[in-house]
C-alpha cells in the first residue's frame, strides 16, 4: 500500500493542476497519463516541480499482515491513517506552512477529520469521500502514490521472476500479478497458481487480504498434514533456564556473550 501527500500554495490548486495540467483521480487517467504527470513533476525546470512538493510512505505486505494478525489487531485503516499523519507531520517539520489540509477519506469522514483536528486545531481540514476527484491537490496525491505503486509492484515483479527462472532452469514465467486488484483478472490467476498449498505466498502477498484468506482456506483433499506428538519432557522449563547456564564450570552466558563489565581496575588502551 503506497500512501502520499501533495503540497502546493493554496492559490495555485485550480490554477496550475486542474487548468494546466489536468490532473484527475487517478483511477480515471491511463498509466501513461499519469507517468508523464509524475515526469513533469520532477523535472526540474517545470513550473509543477518549482511550484509543489510531494511525499510518498510505502507500507509493505509483509508488515500490513503482521500487524493486522497480531494479537493486538492493528488494522488497515488505522495504519493508513498513522501513514498519513506522519506525512504531513514531516512536511511540517521541514518548514512547510499547512494552512488547509485535504483528505480522501477512511472509513466515516466525520471521525477521521475530529481525530486529525485534535492533531492540528489550527489547520483547516477537510476529510470527504472521494476527495481524490473533488480536489486537484488529493488528485495530484493520488497520482503520485499510483506511480509508486505501479513502479514498486515493478520492481518486486523483476525480483521475483529472476528467482523464478534461476528455479527452473532459466524459464520465465509469462503470467504477472497484475495491478493487485481483485478485480484485475491477472491478480486473481497469479494468486491461484501460485499458492503453495501450506504457505500460501511468498512476502509479495498480503495474508490478512480477504481475497487471499479464502484461497488459503480452500480445502485440498490430497494434502495430509501430520503433527508430532507433544512431547511433555521440559514442562516445567522456566523462562530464565534459556539464560542461566546448568552444570559445573558453565560460567555465566551473558557474560560469555556480552563480556565483562569495565571496573577501575582495569585499563583502556
Request: with cysteine; proline share 3%; aromatic share 10%.
Amino acid at each position: 500500500m503506497v500512501y502520499a501527500l501533495f503540497y502546493l500554495p493554496i492559490d495555485l490548486q485550480e490554477s496550475l493542476l486542474a487548468d494546466t495540467h489536468h490532473f484527475d483521480d487517478s483511477k480515471v487517467l491511463t498509466a501513461q497519463v499519469r507517468s508523464n504527470l509524475m515526469r513533469t513533476l520532477c523535472t526540474t525546470d517545470s513550473d509543477l516541480h518549482n511550484s509543489c512538493g510531494w511525499a510518498t510512505r510505502l507500507l509493505s505486505a509483509r508488515d500490513i499482515s503482521a500487524h493486522m494478525l497480531s494479537p493486538t489487531q492493528y488494522n488497515l485503516n488505522a495504519q493508513a491513517m498513522d501513514a498519513t499523519i506522519d506525512l504531513i507531520n514531516e512536511v511540517m517539520k521541514r518548514g512547510v506552512n499547512v494552512k488547509e489540509i485535504y483528505i480522501d477519506t477512511i472509513g466515516k469522514p466525520e471521525t477521521y477529520q475530529k481525530r486529525l483536528e485534535r492533531i492540528w486545531p489550527t489547520v483547516r481540514i477537510t476529510v470527504a469521500k472521494k476527495a481524490d476527484s473533488l480536489y486537484p491537490v488529493v488528485s495530484a496525491a493520488s497520482v503520485c502514490a499510483k506511480v509508486t505503486r505501479d513502479a514498486a509492484l515493478e520492481v518486486c515483479w523483476e525480483t521475483y521472476e529472476s528467482g523464478d527462472a534461476e528455479k527452473e532452469g532459466g524459464a520465465r514465467s509469462e503470467i504477472a500479478w497484475g495491478s493487485g486488484y481483485p478485480s484485475d483478472a491477472r491478480t486473481s490467476t497469479w494468486l491461484k497458481q501460485n499458492k503453495d498449498p501450506i504457505f500460501g505466498w511468498g512476502n509479495e502477498c498480503r495474508f490478512s487480504w480477504g481475497t487471499a484468506k479464502e484461497l488459503l482456506e480452500l480445502k485440498h483433499a490430497d494434502l495430509k498434514v501430520e503433527w508430532p506428538v507433544d512431547n511433555d519432557d521440559g514442562s516445567d522449563l522456566r523462562m530464565t533456564d534459556f539464560f542461566v547456564s546448568k552444570g559445573e564450570g558453565g560460567g555465566d552466558q551473558l557474560v560469555d556473550w556480552f563480556g565483562k563489565r569495565v571496573t577501575e581496575e582495569l585499563e583502556l588502551f
